[in-house]
């Protein structure tokens, strides 16, 4: 249901969008998606994000990919959300919804909220009048579009820190935490999570198995990286290559040697307990 209208907000201010608002933030890792807002809109003449109210139920991805496509012509199905921001006020809030795509992605002005849509080159964004929430909020949102950020997940050392009978099967123990992991890279992480700004990530999952788990298959978001030997080597050879191309990484672990020898690497270490509590709480296991 649409929600279009103002809401008045104990902040001082209105907003627009009964059921708070989204917008998209565009990368295709050296430029941005902007929109020159139409002179009649909200602070017209601006520059900001493709976006506007969400619907009743609708989710802030859903919302800015579909505000998106309206505005700019966005093809939502070339586009990958990999992060959310969000601005709270105290009756009203606002996600930018980061997202990547390729560079040949054509976008334009497709309704009449535009004067244009334009790629512009991250350096060269604050060159341009800016919404004054949008400026504000540039310097976080541009540090997080160089974050890429992978969890790598020791799934020997998870599946045994609970004694649920995993040792009957392990090969069996290993495909259910894959299968829940799936479903957990697609409702996205706690920013807390891997100590990053913002609200929510998706990053790339990645599943060192090793011994008689090695044949538990690979998920529809998560990868599984078969351990040739030790899955220590190949949990920190796999850090070592991610953090020297600049990504973020985050391995998922209690072993003490290996938490040393990945945080040696670049990496960061968290362990089984936050990864399975966090499991819990969206009803994946059990």
């Known amino acids: ?24 933030l565009l ?33 802030a991805v859903a919302g800015a990919l579909r505000e998106a496509a309206e505005e700019a012509g966005v093809d939502a199905e070339r586009v990958s959300a990999f992060a959310t921001s969000v601005l709270v006020h105290p009756d009203w809030s606002y996600t930018t919804v980061l997202a990547r795509t390729d560079a040949d992605l054509h976008v334009e002005p497709t309704d009449a909220e535009s004067l244009e849509i334009a790629w ?32 790598v997940v020791d799934a020997a050392n998870v599946v045994g820190s609970r004694p649920d009978g995993w040792w009957r099967d392990r090969r069996g123990a290993t495909a259910r935490l894959i299968e829940r992991l799936d479903t957990l890279a697609a409702t996205g992480i706690p920013a807390a999570f891997a100590d990053l700004p913002g609200d929510r990530w998706w990053p790339t999952w990645l599943v060192v198995t090793e011994g008689a788990a090695r044949g538990a298959a690979a998920a529809a978001r998560v990868a599984t990286v078969p351990a040739p030997g ?8 796999i850090a070592t290559e991610l953090t020297a191309s600049g990504a973020h990484v985050v391995v998922v672990t209690a072993d003490r040697g290996l938490r040393e020898r990945c945080e040696g690497a670049g990496g960061t270490v968290v362990g089984p307990r936050t990864l399975l509590d966090l499991l819990d709480t969206l009803g994946t296991l059990g």
């Open 27 to 59: 990368t295709d890792g050296d430029r941005v998606v902007l929109q020159h807002r139409a002179e009649w809109s909200h602070q017209g003449g601006t520059w900001g994000m493709p976006g506007g109210a969400r619907h009743t139920d609708e989710s």
């Open 1 to 24: 249901m649409n929600a279009d209208g103002w809401v008045e907000c104990r902040c001082g201010s209105r907003h627009w969008g009964r059921g708070g608002a989204a917008g998209l």
């Open 120 to 151: 512009v080159p991250i350096p060269e964004v604050t060159d341009r009048p800016l919404l004054p929430a949008f400026a504000d909020a540039w310097p976080q949102l541009r540090s997080m579009l160089a974050i890429d950020l992978h969890v």
């Open 230 to 237: 030790s899955g220590d080597d190949t949990v920190v050879e």
